[in-house]
Structures are given as C-alpha cells and as structure tokens.
RNA sequence: GCGGGUGUAACUCAAUGGUAGAGUGUCAGCUUCCCAAGCUGAAAGUUGUGGGUUCGAUCCCCAUCACCCGCUCCA
C-alpha cells in the first residue's frame, strides 16, 4: 500500500512536522513549503544519498555550488530571457489562453471573441543588484542551476585536472513563476534542484573501445532509475518515457523523463529528466564558435562572452592527417532532477495504513448496525434516482444536493464489500467515505465516526522509508518509566549512541504508543529497555516494519544498528 | 488566468442567525514487565482575513488570501 490521496501526506507532513505551510501566521504564500524538523532531515538524506551515488560513489564526478544570483548575460545566452517571457493573450469570451505569437490579429480562433492585448509573462523572478532599481543593476534568479555548471565547465576540467568524459554535480535553489503551482510541494514557484553535467566526446573525436554519448545517456538513465528503486520506489510505480520529437526541445536528442506515480490526481508525474543536450549549452557561452555550429545549433553569436568552453584532447589523432590533439566543444548528458519532488515520491511511497490486529466481533457491532442502516437508505435513493432517470430521461448531472446514479451506486457497493470483508477490510470504510459524493450522504456522515474510532485502535499508520532516508534512525524507550534504573539506562544509550545515530528518547507514554508515535515518522529501529536489561545489559530492538524483536547486548547496539541502517562507520 | 469546491482547536470533523462541541493528539500526575490500555487533571479556537446586512453573524451577502478538483500552462 501506498499514500491513497495527498491529502494524507499534507496532513502528516504538517501534523508531525515534515512540511508547514509557509508564511501560516499570515494566511500563507501561495505555493511556498516550509520543511519542519523531521523534513529537513529526511530531505536532507535524500540529497545525501543522492550526492554519494552520483559524487562519491563514482570516479568520474566532481562537485560544485554555484551562486543563484548570475550575470544577466548569462540567461541571455542560455536561451532563457527569451524563452521564458512568452507574451501571451486571453480571450474575452471563451477565457482561453494562447501565445500571441500563435494567433492572427486580435480574434480568438477558437470562439472568435475578443482578445487582450498581449501581456508579457516573465517565468524568471527578477530582482536588482545594488541600490538603483533600474536595468544595469537587472539579474534573475535563477530558474535552473545548471548554466552556473555549463559556466563553470573550464574551472573544474582545469583545476581538477579532469579529462573527459566526467561531469559535475550541484545541488540548490531554483526559482520560476509558474503560472500554475500546486499538487503540495510537487510544482512550487521556489524548489531545490539535482543536476548533473556529464560531459563527454561528441561521436567524432570517440576512439576505438569509448562510449559514445548515447551509451552514456542510456547508462545515466539506467543509473538514476536504479537509484529510487534502491531507495525504495516499487519499479511499478516508476517509469521511463521517452520524449516524443514534438517534445522535444531543439538543442535536445533525446530526453527520458523518469516519472512516478503518485497519488490522486497527480498521478504519473516526472521526478527527472535525462536528456542529451549535445555541445548546445557550451557552445552557447562561448566565443569564436563557427557559423556552421551557430546554424545547426540554431545559436546566435555570442559577442559578450569572454572564453571558449572547449576542452584539448591530446590523444586524438586524426585519421586523416595523422595530426595529434583536437579542440572541441564537449556534448552533455543532464539528468536533472527535483529534490522536493523526490522526497514528496518517497513519503508517499512510503507511507502505509496497517491493521496491526482483528478487531474483537463486539466492538464491530456498532459499525454493522450503523453499515445496514446506511445500505437500506442507499438503496432507497438509488432507486428515487432510477425513477427520475426513467421519467426525466436525462442523467442527472453531479449537483450540490445529491450525488449521481452512477455515485451512488459506486458508493453502495464500494460499503457493501467493506461489510462483506469484515473484520480484514476495516480500513476500507475511509475510503468510501471518501469517494466522490459521500460527502453529500448524511448516512455515511454518522458511520464514518464509528469506522474511524475503531481504526484509531486497531490500525497503525507506518512509514516504510529506507533506513538511509529516515528522518530518525532509532528511538529509545524505558518499559517502565517510574522504574528510575530501567530509565537510566536508556537514558545512557541515548547518549552513547547520539555521535553515530540520529536518536532520540521518549518516555511520555505507555510502551505501544511510543511505538507507534515512531511507526508515524518512518523510524526504523526501536531499543526499549527492560527488567531484563538490568540482569544481562541486553535490550530489544524492534524492527519497524515487521515489528519483530530481537535482543542486542548493550556494547554491541552501534555495530548492529549501523549495519543495517547502512552506514558506513563500522 | 478561468470554472467548481473547501476554510471551525495541532489533526479529523460536528453544530447553530443568539458569545462553539466531540474524537484523536499534546502536557502534568498516578498506574502499567512490549505494540495507540486505564484513571485524574490541564492547556488549546476574536470559526482564514477584511467589510456589509442584522438588535445580534461562525452561519446570509461582497471582497480578499490560502488549499483542493477540473481546464489552461509547463525546458
């Protein structure tokens, strides 16, 4: 099971402390998250993971931090100061929307009404550099990190002495006015980025036995859709699609977007795009760039730039001439991808509603009397709305009153499985009360009370994150907290284990909440400390998702728990 | 930007044209030898914000903000 609906990820998120609305004291910002305690931590682990997979754990790759703020040439160059404020206009009437540049005069081609005169929609947030607010002082924020990579590319190759192919990590802040944020913190107006440059030999300059640049954007798909998997995507919810050529951008060859499903109406949405963008972006920056490239890239001059992003390639010998070395604008491969959108994939992942036990028969009594009553009045009105159907002939449209035929049908059925399935199928009375126009049902509103009053006990709410990405990797519980050695001791392995392990202790409730407080925000491990202890100085630690136990001696808790958290100290 | 919906305690939701309730959660104490147990007590809301109608508005009307759904848009 996975997140049913976001709904059930906003509320977590700001009930435990993963992700606030921003500004709340004011009546919020649209479209601007706040990551709490815990989602600092987990997205954190998320980028963490991320720069050792593609930082660490290769030879190939070096790091970098550029400045959000850039020279405004730098976003005139790149395309973006053009490509990014379309001047659009709406229509009067049919209150369409379309690029001026895509409509003759001023009629609207769909319904012929009237149109607005063109407004220029500028997708990058500007702001003044110094204290005069006129254009020499004109930057952006950026709206991508990678042209402070593309810029940067002779600073690294030359400092870290790197030959191709080998690319550039960076994570950071991104800024665009989108026109339509929303789906949580899935489209935001300020998000934080992952992008990788990786910089390779166009096919020309290849010599025997070398990748060539669609090897390599294949082998980076590959790797970044292994690495949600790794972190614990189910491949079924995870795709690759492969960008049509009406799609694509003109400087790309090819583009994948690795996208995920998620909840509701979101549903398959890219997380990341792997595309072969070619010599287009350094080109773009550099000098002395030939008409021919200019002209395939569909580049003008650059008469501001200062450098040639080429790269000397010693080896090369020319078949023809024999002649050795080569001076060439490297090709890239950028899989870029969201940080956020990657932490919101894994919460929803994540994120499980259990039955931990059978409800007893007789505490099912009263949500069985409330279901009978609920289906015989179900089946009154949809036998009201059979008859009107009948009679009037036409269907009645979804209105504020009463849901539809088709609705309450749905409905029926839907409560009527649930019953069926008693007691196994206890969680799925939520989701009737879910379903569109059960809101509209009196009966279903005095049934849900019951349902989730007998949820509340008998189910937990667990967060199945990696161990890697969890905000809190071990929690440490007294069994008894009036037993003051019992108390101690938990206390002390508290503080041992701190300097290894994000921990924490609690002791505000009885031994089965404290799990399942824990269950709630992904921990992994659970050590309580018990009478046992004071004998042997040996502890349980419970495993989060199988609740399983096992007992551990003291002196061995950091090895053990690092082990199969996965890091890397012992 | 357009259309529809929502906004009441930290969360989920009730209620009423006459100064707001429940469950969960939180906190304190007691109790408890392993999975949201029990008991006692407490804190917590100018009902999103600002106007208007009214003797009186959380409820009706208008505006505004935020969120959700659908369009539109999306390197």
């Known amino acids: 099971m996975v997140a049913p609906d976001m709904e059930k990820i906003v509320s977590l998120s700001k009930r435990r402390g993963f ?33 050792r997979s593609v930082v660490y754990d290769r030879e190939d790759m070096e790091g970098l931090d550029a400045a959000i703020l850039m020279n405004r040439l730098v976003w005139r160059y790149s395309g973006h100061e053009a490509t990014f404020s379309d001047p659009l206009v709406d229509c009067k009437q049919c209150k369409k929307r379309f690029r001026s540049d895509h409509v003759q005069g001023k009629v609207c081609p769909e319904c012929t009404g009237e149109l607005t005169d063109p407004r220029s929609f500028n997708l990058m947030f500007q702001t003044y550099l110094g204290p005069v607010q006129d254009d020499s002082g004109l930057a952006y924020l950026r709206p991508e990190t990678a042209q402070g990579i593309f810029v940067n590319f002779a600073n690294v190759q030359q400092t870290m002495r790197r030959k191709l192919p080998f690319g550039v990590a960076q994570i950071g802040k991104s800024f665009r006015n989108e026109i339509t944020p929303g789906n949580f913190t899935f489209r935001t107006r300020e998000f934080e980025q992952m992008e990788i440059e990786y910089y ?6 290849l010599q025997s036995g070398e990748k060539d640049d669609e090897v390599l954007h294949q082998e980076w798909i590959e790797q970044r859709f292994n690495w949600y998997v790794r972190l614990g995507i189910a491949p079924c919810r995870l795709q690759k699609r492969e960008q049509s050529k009406e799609e694509l951008a003109h400087y790309a060859k090819a583009t994948t977007d690795i996208e995920y499903i998620f909840p509701g109406s979101l549903g398959w949405s890219e997380l990341e795009g ?16 030939p008409e021919t490239d200019l002209e395939r890239l569909k580049l003008s001059k650059n008469i501001d730039s200062i450098q040639k992003l080429d790269y000397f390639d010693e080896q090369y010998v020319d078949p023809e001439t024999n002649k050795k070395g080569a001076r060439y604008i490297p090709y890239v491969i950028e899989p870029s991808a969201g940080a956020d959108r990657a932490t919101l994939a894994f919460l929803c992942e994540a994120y499980n509603e259990e039955l931990v036990s059978e409800p007893k028969e007789s505490d099912l009594t009263q949500l069985r009397e409330a279901c009978t009553l609920a289906a015989k009045n179900l089946e009154k009105k949809v036998a009201e709305a059979e008859k009107q159907k009948a009679k009037g002939g036409e269907t009645k449209v979804d209105t504020k009153e009463s849901p539809t035929l088709e609705q309450l049908k749905a409905i029926s059925d839907g409560l009527a499985r649930a019953v069926e399935g008693l007691p196994k199928t206890l969680l799925a009375f939520e989701d009737v009360c879910n379903m569109p126009g059960a809101d509209r049902l009196d009966v279903l509103k ?33 069994l008894k907290k009036n037993e003051p050695r019992i108390v101690e001791v938990a206390k002390k392995i508290r503080h041992d284990l701190q300097p290894y392990l994000r921990i924490v202790y609690d002791d505000t409730a009885g031994i089965g909440k404290l799990y399942r407080r824990q269950d709630e925000i992904g921990t992994p491990f659970c050590i ?20 399983q136990q096992e007992r551990v001696a003291i002196t061995q808790l950091a090895p053990h728990l690092c082990q199969k958290i996965g890091l890397s100290i012992f």
């Open 446 to 478: 005095k049934t849900r009370p019951i349902a989730a009053k007998l949820c509340d006990e008998y189910t937990r709410v667990v967060l199945k994150l990696h161990p890697q990405l969890a905000p809190i990797k071990v929690a440490v519980f007294p």
């Open 274 to 289: 792997v595309a072969n963008r070619q010599d287009y972006d350094l080109s773009a920056h550099s000098k002395d760039i």
């Open 528 to 547: 309580t400390v018990d009478f046992q202890t004071l004998e042997d100085h040996t502890v349980t630690v419970r495993e989060r998702d199988t609740m």
């Open 200 to 205: 390779c030999k166009p096919p020309k300059y």
């Open 19 to 51: 992700i606030f609305q921003s500004s709340e004291v004011y009546g919020g910002i649209g479209s601007t998250w706040d990551y709490g305690p815990l989602g600092v931590e987990l997205k954190n682990n998320v980028k963490r993971a991320w720069w």
